[in-house]
């Protein structure tokens, strides 16, 4: 039953009673582009462009080489958004021309837009080849920065995509608990939220998202993450502004019911997860899914929250 439900699995992400989730993919260059058609994503969440210069990361990449990728990426998508995340140097991505030798915690020190901001003329160049890129092109951009810890560096991305004039909505992904703390402060400056859930587990649990022996503290069942969730997605819905999820937990079929019950508007994930998500999905209505949202933070344990969720869409 379950194969024949991935099998007649396609279109566009919504709940059972028709309520619309995105389902985007998570793209590292265009080399994903195949997966992320043949899984039918709806455009993509997540382009973590710091992957196209991790293999020659002595210098920054040339704007043509970024054009060109830009580009696939967008082209790929037509109809669809293209959401673009700026270089996420540092901590587990390191890039030489960005990323600082010698912090004694890679993780909490100069990483993503804080990188970016030590040094504007590569975070320039990269907007100058995104607006390049989209040029004539019918794709939505959208661009946003990593690691975004207040309203500040909210309003400093926004200032550089204005000067850049860029034709893209920006946004602040939300990684840190202080931003989803605060997530209507940063709405001030920006358009939108992308909730980077693999981050925010890690900071919020002060365990090392590499170190497998605290994968317990990394679960994103916990109903603490799920609290942060809560607090970006309701600040965007006040603000009339979407929030997605582009971490793992958006790939977790029966989590993704409860991110859609917590307010999260879309769902971005690795492209083989999307049939499943979707599948789920078509199975729970809206109020199912906020009940399973409910019942989950209302658990104390990452399993109970799981448990709790699953008798909730299972039960009707
Ligand atoms: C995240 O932190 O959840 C995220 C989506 O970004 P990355 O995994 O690339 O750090
Ligand atoms: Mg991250």
Redesign the pocket.
Known sequence: ERQAALAASSGPGRTSDGFMVPLLA?VGGPADLPAALEHGAEGVG?F?TEFLFLDDSAKAPSEDKQVQAYRKVLEAFPDGRVVV?VL?AGA??PLDFLTPADEPNPALGVRGLRSLLEHPEVLRSQLRALARAAEGLSTRLEVMA?MVADREDARAFAEACREARLDAKYGA?V?IPSAALRAGSLLREVEFLS??????A?YAFAADRQVGSLARLQDPWQPALLDLIASAAEAATAAGKSCGV???AASDPLLACVLTGLGVTSLSMGAAAIPYVRSALAQASLVQCRQAAEAARAADSAAEARTAARQVLSGG
């Not at 909730?195 to 925010?200: H, K």
């Open positions: 998570n997540l973590r995340r996420d587990d991505k990593p992904m990684e909730l980077g859930t693999n981050d925010l890690q582009c971490g793992e």
